[in-house]
């Protein structure tokens, strides 16, 4: 304490007392130290370069709590909604099953991912699984187009797959996910891009630490009727009467597109759930790893500031004891 | 970091350990993957295949040889459940041939519902909804699965209001110039004419 005083002195009456040569800095491997000159010529070790540190690791935490709080208060209120339509695609499933192995030309993988980042591993996992299903259905006469939702997906596969990518959509969550604007989009994409299946990928919310990759199959009309006339899964779609429209084709028409505009509303509402589940357990861990760094560097801090307390001290009472004896 | 890699490591052994009981869906038998499975593993041997719906799915009872006694409804809305798996006698969808009931042990159909009155009967009471427009499956097994766009029960309706849009409609249909315009404007009357017939019938 009395120390910290003098230096304070020091510092204020610097300008009157000439300056001395300033010496060769000292530095240690890790933290570099410089000396500064007290008021009687003394030299100690600054702490300023650790002291700036402690103070922006200890921002940083502060920031990234924040932003898991915020997190969590958002994945609270969708996660309600989402749950609420999951219904919603289980009608489809047992009807029209579920053929993720279905041998068609065009397929088309809209792949959804978030606009912003700091949520972890779970965009690159969108990503990678829907090179995976380009890669599945690659052949000969087979073609993959890509349609993407979310920035996040967009900068990954605009570097290796541009010429495949059909549509690009951002900005999905300005304002809250509801029905209306997914059917609009899903609108968009069935009136301009050609397919035989549509392989929605995005990360289905289990719980609030684990997200797992899906991918939804939605076919189109023609293909479940060559499947259904070849028996297998859909066999007995044609024991089911159909009632109204014109054709059966037609009802069926209506049907697809009504499966696709349902299953893209849950996929969006699950990933959306699981993007802010990934960023609250980032920024948990972010913060978490914050304190650490800011419990070491305060260990640090403490012993450069009791070494020089100490060699002020030596050669203080090394200078009285040279000028007794 | 190390901390993440560490919590990944010990996350799979945990999970594949328990049957998460916690997890809102329960996992079916997924015998119907395999195929899909097996490509995956063949064409990208490092990654974890990723599930697909019918693994999240509740598998539905097969055909019974009698015709069961109660109809079992799935009335689902993009944004609730409204009825799930509720045991019921009887319903009545608008559908665009008309209204149509459906009992237990019904054939299996696929209807194109139109906006018009659903009405759900247990026992005595009756519950009636105004559905936009959606789907309806009746499987043989005795079970309906209602997907509609919206649907409010009839005492939510506001009757100065349904008038008041069958006259927007009636004049915006008038003064419609393009075919777009037209049809969007014919849609809005049948919709209004639909949730007056509701409430006055």
């Not at chain 1, 549509?198 to 939605?218: A, C, D, E, G």
């Not at chain 2, 328990?18 to 809102?24: D, H, I, L, N, Q």
């Not at chain 2, 395999?34 to 063949?42: I, L, P, Q, R």
């Amino acid at each position: 304490m009395a120390m910290a005083a003098l230096r304070r002195e020091g510092r204020r009456f610097a300008p009157l007392i000439s300056p001395r040569p300033i010496t060769a800095v000292r530095s240690s491997p890790l933290y570099p130290t410089l000396e500064d000159e007290g008021p009687l010529g003394l030299r100690h070790i600054s702490t300023q370069v650790v002291r700036n540190r402690m103070k922006s690791v200890k921002n940083i935490q502060k920031i990234t709590k924040a932003m898991k709080m915020v997190a969590a208060s958002k994945l609270r209120a969708i996660q309600t909604k989402t749950e609420n339509s999951r219904g919603l695609w289980q009608p489809f499933t047992a009807l029209l099953g579920d053929l993720p192995s279905a041998d068609v030309k065009k397929n088309v993988v809209v792949t959804i991912s978030s606009d912003k980042g700091l949520c972890g591993g779970i965009n690159s996992t969108s990503v990678k699984i829907s090179k995976g299903l380009h890669k599945l259905n690659s052949g000969p006469e087979k073609e993959t187009k890509y349609v993407i939702l979310g920035e996040k997906a967009k900068a990954q596969l605009v570097r290796d797959s541009k010429k495949d990518i059909e549509l690009i959509i951002t900005e999905l969550q300005k304002n809250p996910l509801n029905y209306t604007q997914v059917s609009v989009l899903a609108d968009e994409i069935l009136k301009n891009v050609e397919y035989d299946a549509l392989r929605i990928v995005f990360n289905k919310f289990q719980s609030v630490v684990s997200f797992v990759p899906t991918v939804s199959t939605v076919l189109s009309p023609e293909v479940i009727e060559r499947e259904a006339e070849s028996g297998g899964k859909l066999g007995d779609l044609d024991s089911y009467e159909v009632e109204g429209g014109e054709t059966k084709g037609e009802i069926l028409q209506n049907l697809a597109e009504f499966q696709f505009s349902c299953t893209m509303f849950n996929a969006v509402l699950e990933n959306a759930c699981s993007e802010q589940g990934a960023r609250m357990s980032a920024m948990d861990s972010s913060s978490r790893n914050a304190g650490d760094m800011l419990d070491r560097l305060t260990l640090t801090y403490n012993r450069t500031r009791q070494a020089s307390i100490t060699t002020e001290l030596i050669e203080i009472i090394s200078g009285a004891s040279a000028l007794e004896g | 970091m190390l901390r993440r890699a560490s919590m990944l490591l010990a996350r799979r052994p945990i999970l594949a350990a328990r049957a998460r009981p916690f997890s809102t869906d329960l996992p079916a038998a997924p015998s119907a993957d395999a195929t899909f499975t097996e490509a995956w593993t063949k064409v990208i041997p490092n990654m974890d295949p990723p599930k697909t719906p019918l693994s999240f799915m509740q598998p539905r009872p097969p055909t019974p040889s009698s015709i069961p006694s109660k109809l079992t409804v799935n009335f689902v809305l993009p944004y609730a459940s409204e009825l799930a798996t509720k045991e019921v006698d009887m319903v009545i969808v608008p559908a665009t041939t008309g209204q149509m009931g459906v009992l237990p042990g019904h054939v299996a159909t696929i209807a194109e519902l139109k906006p018009g009155v659903l009405s759900v009967h247990e026992g005595s009471e009756v519950t009636k909804y105004f559905v936009s427009s959606g789907f309806v499956f009746i499987h043989a097994n005795s079970f309906a699965d209602i997907i509609a766009v919206e649907a409010v029960p009839l005492d939510r309706l506001d009757v100065n209001l349904v008038q008041k849009g069958l006259a927007e409609f009636t004049s915006k249909l008038s003064s419609a110039t393009t075919d777009l315009e037209k049809a969007e404007a014919q849609i809005g009357i049948d919709v209004h004419s639909a949730l007056n017939s509701a409430l006055t019938g």
